[in-house]
């Protein structure tokens, strides 16, 4: 049974830092496209980053403030957030894909975590 297990959520004060960790028990974890999403209270799930074999993307909003990483070894996606803003309280949400599609989208993944919250008070 494949599992996605966030971690290192919590709660920070604005301008300060969080490093997200995302545990996946996947065979052939490097084939993996891997996708940070999040959901704030009353908004839909956006994407934040994904990573592939080399290349990374971000969503606009948090580019030059996050970044995503990944151990293959470990089976392990991370997101350091750094710089936060109360605007990037929300759910932290990792996943999975490996069809053909747009990394961008939430349907292009096929396993998800259970979310861990990051709170960013002002």
């Known amino acids: 049974q494949v599992q996605l297990v966030e971690s290192g959520g919590g709660l920070v004060q604005a301008g300060g830092s969080l490093r997200l960790s995302c545990a996946a028990s996947?065979?052939?974890?490097?084939?993996?496209?891997m996708g940070w999403f999040r959901q704030a209270p009353g908004k839909e799930r956006e994407f934040v980053a994904a990573?592939?074999?080399?290349?990374?993307d971000y969503a606009d909003s948090v580019k030059g403030r996050f970044t995503i990483s990944r151990d293959n070894a470990k089976n392990t996606v991370f997101l350091q957030v750094n710089s936060l803003k109360p605007e990037d309280t929300a759910v932290y949400y990792c996943?999975?894909?490996?069809?053909?599609?747009?990394?961008?989208?939430?349907?292009?993944?096929?396993?998800w975590g259970q979310g861990t919250q990051v709170t960013v008070s002002s």
């Open positions: 990573i592939g074999w080399r290349r990374t």
């Open positions: 996943a999975a894909g490996q069809d053909p599609g747009s990394r961008y989208s939430t349907s292009y993944y096929n396993y």
């Open positions: 996947l065979r052939a974890f490097s084939s993996y496209i």
